[in-house]
């Protein structure tokens, strides 16, 4: 495995992790890597979620890359603490979408 | 022109533009080398640099005495410049972490970083980056950190004995060395104590300073117990450092719409790496937070009947510069008391410089106080104080960052019992 796939498996993971403390418990993962970006993208079935949950998911992976972070990239997903920031740190592009049914999040990290 | 990443999400915090950044955390960067003058000429600080740049600047060498005090200004300004520009050049954010970086490496140009011992570690760390062909702005913060080494280099040079050609040239073939080894072991030792010690690079110095100095000892070589502190100019220096500080809230107060909205947020943030108060928050009310540090560890100083010295100074710095990336007040306090408390029960004096430096520096442990309350940081605190006195050893005083190394101890150690007593559904 390269070292730019662990770190999607780390991004992914810590996405995982905050759709498990939403209470979201079935989870659809839909992972894309070429040589030129990766895509994780999840989906979980939920009909009641506070507004605020979703502006705070969307604040904190804003999708806005910083470099400059990148040291920290194990601290994803690696443990019980929140590190939603740090993915917003190491990923190009994301999305939050609540449809009423279903939530959708998916980040898309340059190589 | 770097672009602000903090304007593509950020709608409750004025946004400044990177330019108008750079030039603030330059100008106080400036501010710093030129009080350098007020206190020495030209020609005294001259001479004053020349004593720097070939001391051994092991752990703990005041610039302050062994040169003079407008030198060790001097110094720590032209450093926190150089870091600037070299942050600019890698087309770096001047968001928290970079920010953290400047103030460190200002605060330890007091007492053991100088433009000798600190180009090699950093041309190894950017080396690094060209083996892995990666940009070295994904490494800007292990090369601005990673000097906390610089004492390896200048103690191999001109501490050892060694003719000078032999020790420039060993001295920077470990300082590169160095370098190239610290990017991995960064991003691996992150782990260990899970971002609840703000110096990563402090443990991860720590661990290489404790293997060179485990090879040095295995080859009969050993560095001296150095104890260079300056005393006697605490009222010049609260008054300069006073001013410094207060003018850090009122530039962060208009830059913050003349107010100081969003400090209670700042202040409800537990402070776990990686918590960017720039863009979590804005640059204005982050610079007001890192005045308000500041000021509180100069306060801390004078409680305790300290001396405000280039080490103590340093610790100040620090501890200001991370109020852009973690700390505040709240998540600080704890930290620093357990650190009293233990001066009170232990052998050490409460006013000793390195019980000062535990109590500033220690507080890379107030993530702790962030997210598990006061009394898990006193706790801390009180730990890092045992914990610091004793580690030094390892690496001899080649780490400046002792406190980080021990920090990082003390966190690995602490937050899995703390985690393991929490409520499941307290996790964020």
């Known amino acids: 495995m390269s070292k730019e796939q662990a770190k999607v498996v780390y991004i992914m993971s810590e996405l995982v992790r905050v759709f498990f403390k939403m209470g979201i418990n079935n989870i659809q993962v839909d992972i894309k890597n070429n040589a030129l970006e990766s895509t994780v993208e999840l989906t979980g079935d939920v009909k009641l979620i506070p507004i605020s949950k979703i502006a705070h998911l969307r604040e904190s992976i804003h999708g806005a890359r910083q470099l400059e972070l990148e040291e920290y990239w194990k601290l994803a997903g690696g443990n019980l603490h929140s590190e939603l920031d740090l993915v917003g740190a190491l990923v190009d592009e994301a999305e939050v979408e609540h449809d009423g049914d279903t939530l959708r999040v998916r980040v898309i990290r340059k190589a | ?428």
């Open chain 2, 1 to 428: 022109m770097i672009e602000n990443v903090e304007k593509r999400w950020a709608i409750h915090h004025k946004v400044i533009s990177e330019d108008a950044k750079y030039k603030v955390i330059a100008l106080y960067a400036l501010s710093v080398l030129l009080a350098g003058f007020l206190f020495n000429t030209p020609l005294e600080i001259l001479k004053g640099m020349g004593k720097i740049l070939t001391s051994s600047s092991i752990l703990l060498t005041d610039y302050m005495k062994i040169a003079n005090i407008g030198s060790a200004f001097f110094n720590s300004g032209l450093m926190m410049l150089i870091a600037i520009g070299v942050a600019r050049k890698s087309k770096a954010h001047m968001n928290g972490y970079i920010i953290a970086a400047v103030f460190t490496i200002g605060g330890f140009a007091m007492f053991g970083k100088n433009l000798y011992n600190v180009v090699s570690i950093t041309t190894g760390v950017y080396l690094f980056s060209r083996i892995q062909r990666e940009k070295f702005g994904k490494f800007i913060l292990i090369a601005l950190f990673g000097t906390a080494l610089g004492p390896l280099v200048s103690q191999i040079t001109y501490g050892f004995g060694l003719p000078i050609w032999m020790g420039i040239l060993i001295g920077n073939a470990a300082g590169l060395t160095t370098g190239i080894l610290l990017p991995p072991l960064a991003t691996s030792f992150v782990k260990f104590h899970q971002g609840f010690n703000l110096y990563n690079i402090g443990f991860t110095a720590g661990i290489v300073g404790t293997f060179f100095m485990a090879i040095f000892r295995s080859f009969g070589l050993e560095t001296p117990s150095v104890y260079e502190v300056s005393q006697g100019n605490n009222l010049t220096f609260a008054i300069l450092l006073g001013v410094f500080f207060a003018s850090m809230i009122l530039v962060g107060y208009i830059m913050n719409d003349n107010s100081f909205k969003h400090l209670r947020e700042l202040m409800r943030q537990p402070g776990r790496l990686v918590s960017d108060f720039v863009t979590m928050e804005g640059f204005g009310v982050t610079m007001i937070n890192m005045g308000l540090l500041g000021a509180f560890g100069v306060i801390y100083v004078f409680v305790v009947k300290g001396q405000l010295n280039g080490p103590t100074i340093g610790g100040i710095f620090t501890m200001m510069g991370f109020g852009a990336f973690g700390k505040h007040l709240r998540n600080a306090l704890p930290v620093m008391l357990g650190v009293f408390l233990a001066t009170q029960l232990k052998l050490w004096d409460v006013n000793s410089t390195g019980a000062i430096l535990a109590a500033l520096f220690g507080t890379t442990l107030a993530p702790i106080a962030g997210k598990f309350g006061w009394v898990a940081g006193i706790l801390a605190g009180f730990l890092h104080m045992s914990i610091v006195m004793n580690v030094g050893y390892l690496h001899g005083g080649l780490n400046l960052y002792n406190n980080g190394l021990s920090g990082g101890i003390v966190a690995a150690t602490l937050v899995p019992i703390l985690d393991a007593f929490r409520e499941e559904d307290s996790f964020e």
